[in-house]
């Protein structure tokens, strides 16, 4: 069963995550970090970059790798995951802009009419991951209907990098980010598949407010499902569930949660 960790907010819940991430730099300097966008995990970033700027952490081994990009979008349009990682996190931490890459870096846009150069993005992404090392971290958001990434509903739990259609909740979701107009939300993209997220050696998962309160009932309590992909996070022998009081509201156990996490030798981390 994955760890959860109910906080009082998105700051506490962003300086556990940086904290635990810091640690992991300075006793390896060229780990590798899972990264995600929309808002869930801006706090995490920036907990870790206060921690970074503070403790005066080298950064500059560090490589990442994003989990998932639109498809059709350049890389310098504002609301490419290309551009938002590279303002969320790797100028605020520093990193190496070379070391930080994105599944749709090497389609630049490409159209989805382009189908041979798009089907081979994917597992070109994979190799890449594996060529690193792997990654040792990976930090996770959760939709509505329970995706992580962009694996929808009925996702395969053992799927690679790959394109895929996006739900429409999920462009409803996201059209906040494009003046609210669902007709400039891309239909399609380019994901980690879940198979891939789960080879990563430890994943965090974020989730705030009672929107999210459903999706996490399914991931901590439900059944294992491709109909609730981050359902699959129980199967993982690192995972780490991060969630507000309201996101929490609906789990049975939580009281068992919080008291496992205040009983938990310090030493073990998260």
């Known amino acids: 069963m994955a760890e959860v960790i109910i906080v009082k907010d998105q700051e506490e819940a962003g300086q556990i995550y940086g904290r635990a991430v810091a640690d992991l730099i300075k006793s390896k300097p060229d780990s590798v970090l899972g990264l995600a966008t929309g808002s869930s995990p801006l706090a995490a970033y920036r907990a870790l970059a206060r921690i970074v700027r503070d403790e005066s952490i080298d950064v500059s081994r560090v490589r990442g790798f994003a989990l998932d990009e639109y498809l059709g979008l ?61 990654i040792d971290v990976q930090i996770l958001g959760i939709g509505t209907d329970g995706h992580i990434g962009f694996n929808e509903p009925g996702s395969s739990l053992a799927s690679g990098t790959r394109v895929k259609t996006l739900a429409e909740q999920t462009r409803i979701d996201n059209a906040r980010f494009f003046d609210d107009d669902i007709s400039k939300v891309p239909t ?23 929107g999210k309160a459903e999706a996490i009932e399914e991931t901590v309590e439900g059944g294992v499902s491709a109909f609730c992909p981050a359902s699959a996070l129980q199967l993982h022998p690192h995972a780490t569930i991060i969630v507000d009081e309201e996101a929490a509201s609906r789990l049975r156990h939580k009281d068992y949660y919080r008291y496992a996490y205040a009983h938990k030798p310090a030493w073990q981390g998260i």
């Open 74 to 134: 350049p890389l310098d349009h504002p609301q490419s995951y290309h551009s938002t990682i590279h303002r969320t996190v790797v100028e605020p931490l520093g990193l190496d802009p070379e070391k930080v890459h994105v599944p749709g870096d090497i389609l630049d846009g490409a159209p989805l009419e382009d189908g041979e150069r798009i089907a081979l993005a994917g597992p070109a992404y994979d190799r890449a991951i594996e060529a690193a090392g792997g």
């Open 188 to 210: 399609h993209c380019i994901t980690q598949g879940i198979g891939t997220v789960l080879k990563a050696r430890h994943l965090v998962l974020l989730a705030f407010g009672s």
